[in-house]
Structure formats: structure tokens, C-alpha cells
């Protein structure tokens, strides 16, 4: 079964990092493509980032500069290492898998909560 | 503001046929893959279809889609209670290099 689990989620003051990770289990992690998708209170989806299965990397405009991902195959983990981080960033954290034939997103964690506030 | 636009909320009885679309632009719908998630309240969003009609293992046939040039569809067939929920559609947006997803669209169940 596969399971996604986020995690390091908190209140964090502006201008405060946070580090979520991703723990992954049944399937062979470093195949599929990986992204985090946020949401906030009462709003639709938006897309944060993705890392490929060779570690290409990409980010929305509003974390670009600010927000790393990455990922561990050998800990079957992944991560967003979140800077700078301001009110706007408030949000549930997903992540989520890829299909194998990188057309949707097809697994997802439950999520994990950011909150930044002072 | 969405890159992908829908509708913010559809409505139609039980049993009955919804559409929900997603419009966009050359850049994304018209040249990429389209997927579509239902979120129920309070949970993570699932996968209901993608690439061209997809479905993960343990979607029923009662959810399909379509795509025409920018604009995509899902439609929803012999509708239930438990079908209200958010539904978002999704893509690659080829110019801005991001996945991009709309707005969303509650459904009511009437």
C-alpha cells in the first residue's frame, strides 16, 4: 500500500524557516517524480514544487528563491526546506506522487500544517 | 487568479449527470495532459482521471473527462450524496514551467 506521511509542520514566526518531510513507502520511491502541493484555509489548490527522479527541480513564482526541494532515495524521503517564510505561506502541506507516466498526481499525503504568525 | 478557470460551484440531483469544466490556454490544457481530483471536506485530494481518460485502480466509471483544445471536462454520471465535494483540474503549464490547477468547483447534490 502506498503511503505518503508529511511531517515538521508548526507556527513559525515571519522571516522563519521550517523543514517538512515527506516519508514514502510501498513502491520503489526514486522512480516516480514527487511534488508539494499547498492549501490554504478555505482556498483551492496551489502548487509549490517538484523534483524529478534524475533531481530536476521547479517552483511556483511566489517560492521560487525561497523554498528547496529535495529528496533522499536511500530514505525513500522528501523534503521542502522553507525560508523567509511569510504570512502568505500559511497552509496545509501536501505531498504527492506522480503517476508513472507523469500525467497527474497520484498519491497524497494527508498533510501537514504551516502556520506563521507572530 | 487561477491560470485554469472553473466554475465555483455545480449542482444537480441524485442520479443525475454533472459537467464541470476547466478552461485555459495553449500553453497548458491544449498541449498537456489534464487530470482532475475530487476533494470531500477535510480530507486530501484524490486522483479521479488523467491522461485523456485514465482512471487510478478504484475509480469508478461514473467519473470520465474530455479535452478540446484549451478546455477540458469532467462529467460525472448517476451522481450520489457522497459526491459533493471540491473538484479541481490540473495540468503542466508549458510557458511557466509549473503545474497549474483551477480554482476549484464545489458540487452540491441537491
Known amino acids: 500500500e502506498v503511503q505518503l506521511v508529511e511531517s515538521g509542520g508548526g507556527l513559525v514566526q515571519p522571516g522563519g524557516s521550517l523543514r517538512l518531510s515527506c516519508a514514502a513507502s510501498?513502491?520503489?520511491?526514486?522512480?516516480?517524480?514527487m511534488h508539494w502541493v499547498r492549501q490554504a484555509t478555505g482556498k483551492g489548490l496551489e502548487w509549490v514544487s517538484y523534483?524529478?527522479?534524475?533531481?530536476?527541480?521547479y517552483y511556483s513564482d511566489s517560492v521560487k528563491g525561497r523554498f528547496t526541494i529535495s529528496r533522499e532515495n536511500a530514505k525513500n524521503s522528501l523534503y521542502l526546506q522553507m525560508d523567509s517564510l511569510r504570512a502568505g505561506d500559511t497552509a496545509v502541506y501536501y505531498c504527492a506522487r506522480s503517476t508513472i507516466t507523469r500525467k497527474g498526481l497520484e498519491y497524497w499525503g494527508q498533510g501537514t500544517l504551516v502556520t506563521v504568525s507572530s | 487568479q487561477s491560470v485554469l478557470t472553473q466554475p465555483p460551484s455545480v449542482s444537480a440531483a441524485p442520479g443525475q449527470k454533472v459537467t464541470i469544466s476547466c478552461s485555459g490556454s495553449n500553453s497548458n490544457i491544449a498541449n498537456n495532459y489534464v487530470s482532475w481530483y475530487q476533494q470531500l471536506p477535510g480530507t486530501a485530494p484524490r486522483l479521479l482521471t488523467y491522461?485523456?481518460?485514465k482512471r487510478p485502480s478504484g475509480i469508478p466509471d461514473r467519473f470520465s473527462d474530455s479535452k478540446s483544445g484549451t478546455s477540458a471536462t469532467l462529467v460525472i454520471t448517476g451522481l450520489q450524496t457522497g459526491d459533493e465535494a471540491d473538484y479541481y483540474c490540473?495540468?503542466?503549464?508549458?510557458?511557466?514551467?509549473?503545474?497549474?490547477f483551477g480554482g476549484g468547483t464545489k458540487l452540491t447534490v441537491l
Open positions: 510501498g513502491f520503489t520511491f526514486s522512480s516516480y517524480d
Open positions: 490540473g495540468t503542466w503549464d508549458s510557458r511557466l514551467n509549473v503545474v497549474v
Open positions: 523534483i524529478g527522479t534524475a533531481g530536476d527541480t
Open positions: 491522461d485523456n481518460g
